[in-house]
T-cell receptor, first 112, second 116 residues
């Protein structure tokens, strides 16, 4: 019940296309859902996050869609660029614990 | 102006040795974490400290011992290293857990540990 399942494992998108990564969770006590971006040799960096009281959050080209009833959330990267090529992790947390449960990660390659 | 720093960046050692990884944050955060990222890139929390107090201790072998001399530092000491300990270890920090906005965790650059 503590798992977060992420798909796909890898994704190849043409420049300008839309990248979509999906995550699902079981624990309804989770109340914070961040996405992290990790470049090779670097630590993960917070990209965007959402709380379950909203269904969508947009920051620039990055959008989180959240479906509370389905216990699913997804990251959409619009107008994908080669510089977006990285590994993306979804995560979930019960916010007053500080404990992040990460998905398995998605390696995104954006082809020029 | 590095926010979360770790030393060393690379650590190569033999089985059975004892090693330490140091972490420092200059963000003024009260909570610090250690994560392990395995060869498949899976990230898993190991420990968390709030103001030098241990608050999360996952099912980690007791060969791993975190130590927090002050709230800006969280070191990880590993005894009797095993092949399976080879991984990238990340330190992270956040504002005090429980406070508003205490969700964002800032990660260090990682320490790649290779046990031969």
């Amino acid at each position: 019940q503590q798992q977060v399942k992420q798909s796909p494992q890898s994704l190849i998108v043409q420049k300008g296309g839309i990248s979509i990564i999906n995550c699902a969770y079981e624990n309804t006590a989770f109340d914070y859902f961040p996405w992290y971006q990790q470049f090779p040799g670097k630590g993960p960096a917070l990209l965007i996050a959402i709380r379950p009281d909203v269904s969508e959050k947009k920051e620039g080209r990055f959008t989180i869609s959240f479906n509370k009833s389905a216990k699913q959330f997804s990251l959409h990267i619009m107008d994908s660029q080669p510089g977006d090529s990285a590994t993306y992790f979804c995560a979930a947390s019960i916010s007053n614990t500080g404990k992040l449960i990460f998905g398995q990660g998605t390696t995104l390659q954006v082809k020029p | 102006d590095t926010a979360v720093s770790q030393t060393p960046k690379y650590l190569v050692t033999q089985m059975g040795n004892d090693k330490s990884i140091k972490c420092e944050q200059n963000l003024g955060h009260d909570t610090m974490y250690w994560y392990k990222q395995d060869s498949k890139k899976f990230l898993k929390i190991m420990f968390s400290y709030n103001n030098k107090e241990l608050i999360i201790n996952e099912t980690v072998p007791n060969r791993f011992s975190p130590k927090s001399p002050d709230k800006a530092h969280l070191n990880l000491h590993i005894n009797s290293l095993e092949l399976g300990d080879s991984a990238v270890y990340f330190c992270a920090s956040s504002p005090l857990v429980g406070r508003q906005g205490a969700y964002e965790q800032y990660f260090g650059p990682g320490t790649r540990l290779t046990v031969t």
